[in-house]
C-alpha cells in the first residue's frame, strides 16, 4: 500500500481492501514533469483570460496564447523518444523565441512534429 499515491490510499481505506488496485503512473521524466506543469499554466492563464475585463483582457490574452504555445513546446520533448531529445531540445530552442510574436504558429509546428512523429 505504500507504493500508491495518498490519493488511492485514501480509496483503499474507504473500500476496506488490502491493497492498492489501482493503476499508479509515476512520472518518468523531467520534461513528463515540465508538461504537466505547464498544463497547469495553461489553465490558470485561460482563467485569468476569461475572468478579466478592460485593458488587461488584451494582455491576458496574449498570455494565455504564449503558455498554450509553451504547453505544446513541453508535450513534444515528453513525448519524443530519448534518441530525438537533442533535435527536439534544438527545435525548441528556436520555436521559443518565436513565442512572443507567433503562438499559433508555434502551436501549428509543433502538432507538426507530433503528426510526423506517431504518423
Known amino acids: 500500500m505504500s507504493s500508491c499515491p ?30 504537466g506543469a505547464s498544463l497547469l499554466g495553461v489553465g490558470l492563464a485561460a482563467t485569468a483570460y476569461h475572468a478579466s475585463s478592460g485593458k488587461l483582457r488584451k494582455h491576458l490574452r496574449k498570455l494565455d496564447y504564449w503558455s498554450i504555445s509553451l504547453s505544446t513546446t513541453a508535450a513534444v520533448r515528453a513525448a519524443l523518444p530519448a534518441k530525438s531529445q537533442a533535435r527536439a531540445r534544438l527545435s525548441s530552442i528556436g520555436l521559443l523565441a518565436l513565442v512572443p510574436f507567433q503562438p499559433s504558429a508555434v502551436t501549428a509546428i509543433n502538432a507538426s512534429i507530433a503528426q510526423v512523429e506517431f504518423a
Open 6 to 35: 495518498a490519493f488511492h490510499q485514501s480509496l483503499v481505506i474507504v473500500g476496506n481492501t488490502d491493497k492498492c488496485t489501482a493503476p499508479c503512473r509515476h512520472r518518468e521524466s523531467a520534461a513528463g514533469v515540465q508538461f
